[in-house]
């Protein structure tokens, strides 16, 4: 089964990788017709020396109007190589680089549109090493392997049938050479192919170690592991470091060295040869010459097919990763329905577990109002946020429905979905770019309705404070705001476009009382337009709620609104919400 799975994922990765070369079927005849001219005008060289030496040295005929002619000849052949070479070099460049454009555009894409539960278990630095290192893999089979076997295949046959022409013979013992270099490359590959996936699958646990560390630095040297980082990053390294090592002492042995080997051996065969033809006065001795450079160059051309055939190995598992990301099921398109017209929702006996043995949610069977304003309570690990992933569809319950409008989540398209709902999560995501980028992102918003987005979430403040308002430039991860105004920034975002559902994920836990008062008043205007589902850490933001609903353990266990929740004796809302208050009045009391 596992020999099956690995020859279903090499075959997948070698069309992905040799399937650009039908698609630049163009420039690869360009780059081909190079080569072939550059290997006519290299081969011809040591042909014209020969000429020179049987002709003209040895018999001492020094007229200078022929020597000129080959002279000339000589040179201009060597001038048309190097220049067909390099017209060559950049045309498999171009190839290589447009594979990886694409292969890196379709792998980001799919990357998009993976759903949430595939990152529950992704690491990221593992995720941007794929989209990053092995793809510029690929690179290095067009650039470096594939124009280097060709080239140098091409070479090997214009150099055979220059030898054919010379002596055929010897050109008979040269050719023993290639049963010999084959056999070593495929004992290569044999020995090798385990080593040089091992050694990419460190290369990007480092990747994921060193970013992990870096995004929580604060906390590592918080809480005094340094060393502790320190030692496991030590260990992860070593191993690539072994792994590595394995590659180069494998490459070392069985590469160069092999074929040094025979090439020696064969060297010493064609002058053994040469030596039993001259007793019979068959050979000249520039035919000896030009084999001798012909022998040079045969020799080079298959240590150069060997060395790269590393690279190929590199690029065949960095391939096979690409293409197990790329056939990684993507988020399911949905339904049809093109929108979500009222917002009204309905669970019906939903639950839900992110294993399916274990229900973290439900059985739930709840009717929520278009235009309402919901809040959910509870402890952590009650599933509050579940719910929510639920309603975004990042998850499908395993019994039960989830009605939107009266149809079912999946009757909508995903487009439906995701600007029927928005969503405000506990940490604000930023991108790199003005206020206006970050409002708008991507969706071509009116200036108008961005301007109201950023009104209705209370930004006039901060706006009329900046010199450059809307335009103005936050940096990475947004860090010229506070956390309350980077929160009142991912709300307009949300508002911006105009969901029939909003849905806040304790959206209120990091900001100051001023900021909460803020987006109180804008869930008070939004209130009755837009249906409200707001997951609440801080009870006072939901105080004006339809409803609360109180979940432990999944289960819904009181609902009501504040007023009715407050006066049962001994409810958890209400012990959670005097526990809330007489918190805040020992912090003021303290300040």
């Known amino acids: 089964m596992r020999d099956a799975a690995s020859k279903s994922s090499q075959s997948g990765a070698f069309s992905l990788l040799f399937g650009y070369l039908s698609r630049d079927r163009r420039l690869l005849a360009r780059a081909l017709l190079l ?130 022409l010379l002596d055929l013979r010897l050109m008979l013992i040269a050719l023993l050479l290639i049963p010999g270099v084959i056999g070593v490359i495929f004992l290569y590959q044999r020995l090798s192919g385990a080593a040089v996936a091992e050694t990419r699958q460190q290369r990007s646990e480092i990747n994921s170690r060193i970013s992990e560390s870096i995004a929580g630095m604060a906390v590592i040297q918080a809480g005094n592991q340094q060393a502790r980082f320190s030692a496991e990053f030590e260990q992860l390294n070593q191993r690539y470091y072994t792994a590595r090592v394995r590659t180069i002492k494998i490459s070392g042995l069985l590469l160069r060295p092999a074929i040094d080997l025979l090439s020696v051996v064969v060297l010493a065969a064609i002058i053994a040869g040469f030596g039993l033809a001259q007793t019979q006065g068959a050979v000249e001795i520039g035919v000896l010459y030009a084999f001798l450079n012909y022998l040079g160059r045969f020799t080079e051309p298959l240590a150069e097919i060997t060395q790269r055939f590393n690279l190929y190995q590199q690029a065949m598992v960095a391939g096979a990763r690409i293409e197990a990301l790329l056939q990684e099921a993507g988020e399911s398109t949905g339904g049809t ?148 105004q980077r929160q009142q920034l991912v709300i307009a975002r949300a508002l911006a476009g105009s969901p029939r559902i909003l849905l806040l994920d304790e959206a209120t836990a990091n900001i100051d009382s001023e900021t909460e008062a803020v987006i109180q008043r804008a869930l008070r205007a939004l209130h009755g337009n837009i249906t409200l589902i707001v997951v609440a850490h801080r009870l006072s933001t939901i105080r004006e709620a339809d409803r609360i609903l109180v979940l432990s353990q999944g289960e819904v266990i009181e609902q009501g609104n504040h007023r009715q929740l407050m006066a049962l004796p001994r409810g958890q809302y209400r012990r959670l919400y005097l526990l809330q208050q007489q918190a805040q009045r020992v912090e003021m009391a303290s300040h």
């Not at 045309?91 to 990152?119: C, E, K, M, Q, Y």
């Not at 399916?356 to 309402?372: C, M, Q, R």
């Not at 309570?377 to 639920?390: A, C, E, P, R, W």
Request: proline fraction near 5%; aromatic fraction near 8%.
């Open 35 to 164: 080569l072939l001219l550059a290997t006519a005008a290299d081969v011809s060289g040591p042909l014209l020396a020969k000429h020179f030496i049987d002709g003209y040295l040895l018999p001492g005929d020094w007229a200078w109007q022929p020597l000129l002619l080959l002279l000339a000849a000589y040179l201009v052949t060597q001038l048309a190589s190097a220049w067909l070479r390099y017209r060559q070099t950049l045309s498999f460049t171009d190839i290589a680089l447009g594979a990886v454009l694409d292969i890196r555009r379709r792998v980001f894409h799919h990357v998009l549109r993976l759903p949430i539960r595939w990152f529950d278990h992704a690491a990221t630095g593992q995720l941007v090493s794929r989209i990053t290192n092995d793809t510029e893999a690929v690179k290095d089979l067009y650039v470096q392997f594939l124009s280097t076997v060709l080239t140098n295949a091409v070479l090997l046959l214009g150099i055979l049938a220059a030898m054919a």
């Open 337 to 484: 329905l093109p929108t979500l017209t009222q917002g009204a929702i309905a669970l019906r006996a939903l639950q839900f577990g992110y294993q399916p043995d274990k229900p973290v949610l439900g059985p739930l069977t709840l009717e929520i109002p278009a235009g309402s304003f919901q809040a959910i309570v509870g402890h952590t690990g009650s599933g509050k946020s579940t719910l929510l992933n639920l309603l975004l569809n990042f998850y499908q319950p395993q019994r039960g429905e989830l009605l939107l409008d009266g149809e079912p989540l999946s009757a909508y398209s995903r487009e439906a979905l995701r600007s029927g709902i928005g969503l405000i999560p506990q940490e604000p995501f930023i991108i790199a770019g003005t206020l206006r980028d970050n409002i708008d992102m991507g969706r071509g918003l009116s200036a108008q309705r961005i301007a109201d987005a950023a009104h209705q979430a209370g930004l006039d403040a901060l706006l009329e404070r900046l010199p450059q308002g809307l335009e103005t430039q936050l940096g990475e991860r947004g860090t010229r705001l506070s956390s309350g």
